[in-house]
Structures are given as C-alpha cells and as structure tokens.
C-alpha cells in the first residue's frame, strides 16, 4: 500500500442534498489519498450515506453524537494518518482532479502548509492576492504581503493543507463550540507556520446557502456576536505576545479591528444591548488605522450612528 499524503477530512451534518456532489468532486485514483467522513449526529440520513462510502477501502466513516463543526474537524484530524490534512465543508465542492492535484504538489518539497484560492460567486475575499508560486514563505510573511497588496488576507480553514505533526505538535485543535473558528484557529496556524507555498489556482467551491448569517433580521445572532468578540480579543492580545516586529503587528491588529467593525455593522450588534455594551470600545480606538479611525470614533458616540453611517457608506460605494 502506498504511503497516504494527504487526508480529506469531511464533517457531515444535515447535509444529505449535498454531499454526494461533494465527495465525487474529491475522488482520486493515486493512492496517496485517505477521505475521512465525520458524522456529527446528522438526523436527516446524511449518516447512512456516509455509510455507503464505506466500500471503499480509503474511506473512513465515523460517527458521533452531535458536537459541532469544531469538535468534528478535530475529531478527523485525530484519525488522519496522511502527511497532510485537507478540511473540506460537506455541502461545498473542489474542481476535479484538485485533490490529486494537491497530493502531488505537496510531494514535491516539505512545507508546514500549502495555500490555494477558492471561488464563492466572483468574490476576491478568497484570492492570496500578492503571494507567488513556488516561493517559500513563512507564515507571517504570507499575512505581511497580503496586507501590503489589499490590507487583508482570507482565514478561512479550507483555503489551505496542513502537515498534520506541524498541527499535533503545535496543539492546534479547533475550539470547541466556537462558531467562526477559522478567524481564530487560522490566524494561530499561519503565526507558527514555517514553511507556506501557494499553489495560484481557484481550486475550492465555495457554496452560499440560504439562510446564511447575513440574514440579519431574520436570525437572532448572539451567539455568532460573542464567539465573533472572543475571537477578535483573544487575537489582539496574543499577536502582542507573538509577532516582535511591531509594524506588522499593527497592521494585523487593524485589521481585526476593521473584522470587528465589520461585524459590528453587519450583524447589528445594536439590536442585542447586552452585547452592544461589551464591544471593547478602547481597543477598537487604539487599534483602528486610516479611515477606520473615523468609523471607531463614530462608534465610540453611537452604535446605531455608527451602523447607519456604515450603510450610508456601503450604499455610496455601491453607487460608484
């Protein structure tokens, strides 16, 4: 049997509609692929179709009570035994011949991460813009060109293939009942990250479903609210502590400022008072460059101002 390069893990939860597309955009006939299925307590029969895929001998199903998308993501990753680990969504899909397209470039050289771009109706959020190919980064130095280019960079889990003993070693485990843990969990891996190559290509699908988050009326989005204040305050504090060159550290503190500002207007942070007064003002203000600070001072005056400034500003953009 050939040695496993890459592990494709894939949380499953009511995702019945999807994931049959899903794991046939993953298929590859190398050998040097393992796909691990994670079912997280699916009620609509997503486990039983997880189960169908067990005839394969490189496919693993394992089932558990429902945890969240976190804990079945590090459930995966505990089972993989691949070089490499791959997280991929169950209701998303990959271009054909991607997997083996990965497994083949991450054989060519060792890295701690392997960077790709993905495509979610025309956005440019998931495009590395400035990286360059076959060019050794470390991660740091991925986030520092990318704020050069466009002031921001993506965080999103699926954009990348991970070592996994660079994971295990380092601890990095998705937190537990934490919505939004790519703002988290890939910001701490890219800090650590030694050895990052970009591989320039849309390989990934991102799919946008009804009912998203950005239904903001129709959702009540407390705790999307808190676990997103978490994360932007445990960022800040620990990019102090782990990023000494202090430019770059201020900038990437600006931008989870401009996240936060972000989330505060789209998520109308107004609407849940006990949660409006726990948006850490001081920090936003310290840490808020360019035309940020002006929204941060408007914040600092109103919330609701700010968020109706915010809009005003979408609005006029939009009409450009």
Known sequence: MKDIWLSVVIPVYNVKSYLAECMESLSDNSGRVEWILVDDGSEDGSGELCDSYQNHPAVTVIHQANAGLSAARNTGLLAAVGKYVL???????MTAGSVGRIA?????????????????????????????????YTGTECIAVQLRKRKDYPTTVWLGAYRREFLLAQGFYFEPGLLH?????????????????????KLYHYRRRCGSITDT???????????????FSVLLTELDAKIPDRKLRRRMQANIVRRYLHMIARMQVWRYPELERQIDKKSIRHYAAGTDRCRALILTVSTRLYGAADALLRHNKRQK
Do not use: N
């Open 104 to 136: 083949g470039y991450l054989g060519q050289q060792h890295m701690d991460v392997l960077l790709f771009d993905a495509e979610a109706d025309g956005s440019m959020y998931y495009v590395h813009d400035g990286l360059e190919e076959q060019h050794c």
């Open 181 to 201: 843990e790519d703002e988290l969990w890939t910001q701490r891996v890219l800090i650590q990250a030694r050895q990052v190559y970009y591989l320039p290509e």
């Open 217 to 231: 009326a129709q959702k009540d989005l407390r705790p999307h609210i808190r676990d997103l204040q978490y994360i």
């Open 87 to 93: 997280f991929v969504d169950a209701d998303d899909t």
